[in-house]
């Protein structure tokens, strides 16, 4: 029986990696005429590698049919490289024509966030710029947050009561800014409570937000002039285990019967058993988060909730100085601008499905825009 | 002086960071991950002060014999007890997580069943909650419910059974194909354009809203502006 070769790859390219920290190249070719994406037909690729154009080739990686790109992440900087792709059936092999010389080396810009630099550099300049103003003495206009404006009576409900107040974070850590915000919400509570001597409980998940909470809960009271009913064992660390921090949570809020819940911070699954216990101990819970998916549990079980967004504004909410409010006007106005964004590319988007003039190019600038920024943050 | 050292660090490396996100050439480019692998070891270390949290809070709870001491006990006792088959398993079988080992045993069947105990008590708090929501007290409680409800039938093989009956009745019409009809999968329908419009679409207002608002926070703490997690005040 006659060894039938598979056709070679086509077109193969290399370049150096764009956007990357060097030492890394990467080829490129247009499958080879055998490939119709079935092992059986043809296994793969082997890409082959040399200092010289003529000889010294070695194999240095290997990807299955249906792929055309490899990246060859051992180079070194500046050194010239000649590469060639194998193509390989069951029953032989074809390579393609030597491609070469490419070096690799470092970049010292991503272009493929630039589009994130001009939106950065935009907000940034919008914030700093209602900032200025609000610093002049401009009056400006903050809408009502409920949740908020709750958070006294909440705190005054509990001591009515001369029930504790019980404050959790969720499973955020420290490098969630989620938890900065947190932090913000709970020194105003803790102030709050060492007005009215009411104790308050904080459980963490994590350690480090514990010893940010202690800080924050000892300010906070030495600044009501209270720091005498300052107790560090009234914020414990619990566990760094989902369940079992919910289980533990829920064991103190059976036992110590809270008047008042705040749920802030970042949320999982255990969302809905904390605050569904919360519920069934009578307290008044006040929740926020960002984790959109824990957002509809706490709406439906918490008498007030912070919806995203509100969590960050709460700081400046709670301490309206003209920085602070104009930071918040400042990121209102970015809203302004990316909804307007966003009418726009959907009125070209649609007039391009048409194929009226020439939208159809303005609408792929525009992906190519904002394509990327989808892909660095995953959403 | 207290207060400004911690800010101008925070300045610093706020700023660094950022710039590192645009450029990927060395030593900038990994320093990111640099600053994660300190985190890490910080981190590692804190949890001995977690520890320390812990076990005082429980000690102290014991001796006043405050509410639920015995569950102190407790756990103490099983903190002792892992710590103890923690070490001997990496002292045994060189580390406390092969398969088989004292420590992956308690692990395998205390912890997770205890875990998965938890997480089951969800289904209870999912119905209560789920009974409170959608009482159509008002009319957006009452549009919640619809969709729910709507939702619910879409993802489930009684939605796919109740239509094919309605097609069927449906058919009885003249001139109408009632098993056509039935292969429409309505509710199915329903259920992704519920899902896939209007969800998303409030879902994404969400997410604009906060990333906006951590860039404006990011900034915020950066400048200084936003001090609230140093002080209360």
């Not at chain 1, 970042?266 to 929740?287: C, D, K, N, R």
């Not at chain 2, 809203?209 to 200084?224: D, K, P």
């Amino acid at each position: 029986m006659a060894v039938v070769a598979p056709a070679p790859p086509t077109e193969v390219k290399a370049y150096d990696t764009r956007n990357d920290a060097g030492k890394s190249i990467t080829i490129e070719w247009k499958l080879s005429a055998t490939d119709v994406g079935d092992v059986a037909v043809l296994k793969g690729y082997e890409i082959y590698r040399s200092e010289r154009p003529d000889s010294g080739f070695e194999n240095i990686g290997f990807v299955l049919c249906g792929k055309t790109s490899y990246d060859d992440n051992s180079t070194q900087d500046g050194k010239k490289y000649y590469y060639y792709v194998r193509a390989v059936s069951p029953t032989g092999f074809a390579d393609s024509e030597i491609t070469g010389p490419v070096t690799s080396k470092a970049q010292w810009f991503n272009t493929d966030r630039t589009n994130i630099l001009i939106l950065a550099v935009l907000f940034g300049f919008l914030i700093i710029w209602y900032i200025e103003r609000a610093k002049k003495g401009e009056k400006l206009f903050i809408r009502k947050i409920t949740g908020l404006d709750a958070i006294d009576d909440a705190v005054g409900r509990a001591t009515e009561m001369g029930r504790p107040i019980l404050f959790s974070f969720g499973l955020g850590v420290i490098t969630d800014i989620v938890t900065i915000a947190a932090l913000s919400i709970l020194g105003k509570i803790a102030k709050k409570s060492a007005e009215y001597q009411t104790t308050l409980l904080v459980p963490n998940y994590d350690p480090i937000v514990m010893t940010a909470a202690q800080e924050t809960v000892k300010q906070a009271y030495m600044e009501a002039g209270r720091p005498d009913l300052y107790n560090e064992s009234n914020i414990p660390y619990l566990t760094t285990d989902q369940f079992g921090y919910a289980a533990g949570v829920d064991g103190i809020m059976v036992r110590e019967k809270p008047g008042a819940v705040f749920w802030q911070g970042y949320f999982f699954a255990e969302s809905l058993i904390l605050a569904e216990t919360g519920h069934t101990i009578g307290a008044i819970q006040i929740a926020g988060t960002t984790a959109i998916t824990q957002l509809p549990f706490f709406i439906a079980a918490c008498d007030y909730t912070l919806i995203g967004e509100e969590m960050y504004a709460a700081s400046c909410y709670l301490k309206p100085d003209p920085q602070m409010l104009g930071s918040l006007k400042g990121e209102d106005f970015a809203k302004v601008v990316t909804i307007g964004i966003i009418v726009i590319a959907a009125v070209i988007g649609t007039l391009a499905h048409f194929k009226v003039y020439t939208f159809d190019k303005i609408f792929e600038f525009l992906i190519d825009l904002f394509g990327p920024m989808r892909m660095i943050f995953g959403r | 002086m207290k207060r400004q050292v911690p800010l101008v660090i925070t300045f610093l490396t706020g700023v660094l960071l950022v710039i590192t996100f645009f450029i990927p050439h060395e030593p900038l480019g990994s320093l990111e991950q640099r600053f994660l692998i300190w985190y890490t070891i910080v981190a590692g270390f804190t949890y001995l002060l977690g520890l320390d949290s812990l076990v005082r809070y429980h000690l102290l709870k014991v001796r006043d014999k405050k509410p639920g001491w015995v569950y102190s006990i407790i756990l103490i006792f099983g903190l002792a007890v892992t710590l103890v088959l923690g070490f001997y398993s990496w002292a045994k079988f060189k580390s406390p997580f092969t398969l088989g080992c004292p420590f992956m045993y308690l692990y395998t069947y205390i912890i997770i069943p205890l875990q998965a105990t938890m997480f089951a008590i969800l289904a209870f708090f999912i119905a209560s909650a789920a009974y409170r929501a959608f009482r159509a007290r008002t009319f957006e409680a009452t549009l919640l419910l619809i969709a729910a409800g709507l939702v619910m039938l879409g993802r489930v093989p009684l939605g796919s059974w109740l239509w094919r009956e309605i097609a069927y009745l449906i058919g009885l019409i003249p001139g109408v194909n009632g098993v056509e009809l039935g292969k429409f999968e309505l509710f199915a329908r329903i259920n992704d354009w519920i899902m896939d419009v209007p969800q998303t679409a409030a879902k994404r207002g969400i997410f604009i809203g906060t990333y906006l608002g951590a860039i404006a926070m990011s900034i915020r703490i950066i400048l200084g502006i936003e001090r609230t997690y140093i002080s209360s005040s």
